[in-house]
T-cell receptor
């Protein structure tokens, strides 16, 4: 593994089904993030975690949950998928030390909810 | 809240210069980032400004004016591979990034 990986690459899901998007990083970054990207709206933060064991809500958290059991993994769960959750989902990670704290992004998961 | 504006699309010719503007109104400021995103790929970091002025990195430069809530990304000597979306993002007081919708740059031969 080099950087951030996400799985699956793409998924078509029936409405009402439960789905977990996986994210793993090997850079030992403290912070991890989940975004969704929709045409014309840009990247919007769903949930984040500043360190293992802690999580927080972003701009659009409803319908999603996360956990951070260890440094490397940050799964995103849709408990009961709805069509409005059709989007491209990006996981990202960063350090929490200055100066940049630039975020590194995974390749994304394209999710379609029918 | 955060409000970040950038043009939707720009077109330029190979070898030319293009300037992508970004204006922001945010609750707190702890830096401005520019990311590049090719179609179907992940965003990748281009530049970071936290103080006023110009930061130059090869063909790409980024400028910031905190008092005006304004930044621009300058792409010089455009190449076909520069065709991509360019995302402006502001880091607020909570150290979270808020992104603009992105500017799609098309480079024509």
């Amino acid at each position: 593994i080099a950087g951030i990986t996400q799985a699956p690459t793409s998924q078509i899901l029936a409405a009402g089904r439960r789905m977990t998007l996986r994210c793993t990083q090997d850079m030992r970054h403290n912070a991890m993030y989940w975004y969704r990207q929709d045409l014309g709206l840009g990247l919007r933060l769903i949930h984040y975690s500043n360190t293992a064991g802690t999580t927080g809500k972003g701009e659009v958290p409803d319908g999603y949950s996360v956990s951070r059991a260890n440094t490397d993994d940050f799964p995103l769960t849709l408990a009961s998928a709805v069509p409005s959750q059709t989007s491209v989902y990006f996981c990202a990670s960063s350090t929490t030390s200055e100066p940049y704290n630039e975020q590194f992004f995974g390749p994304g998961t394209r999710l379609t909810v029918l | 809240g955060q409000n970040i504006d950038q043009p939707t699309e720009m077109t330029a010719t190979e070898g030319a210069i293009v300037q992508i503007n970004c204006t922001y109104q945010t609750s707190g400021f702890n830096g401005l980032f520019w990311y590049q995103q090719h179609a179907g790929e992940a965003p990748t970091f281009l530049s970071y400004n936290v103080l006023d002025g110009l930061e130059e990195k090869g063909r790409f430069s980024s400028f910031l004016s905190r008092s005006k809530g304004y930044s621009y990304l300058l792409l010089k000597e455009l190449q076909m591979k520069d065709s991509a979306s360019y995302l402006c993002a502001v880091r607020g007081d909570d150290y979270k990034l808020s992104f603009g919708a992105g500017t799609t740059v098309t480079v024509r031969a």
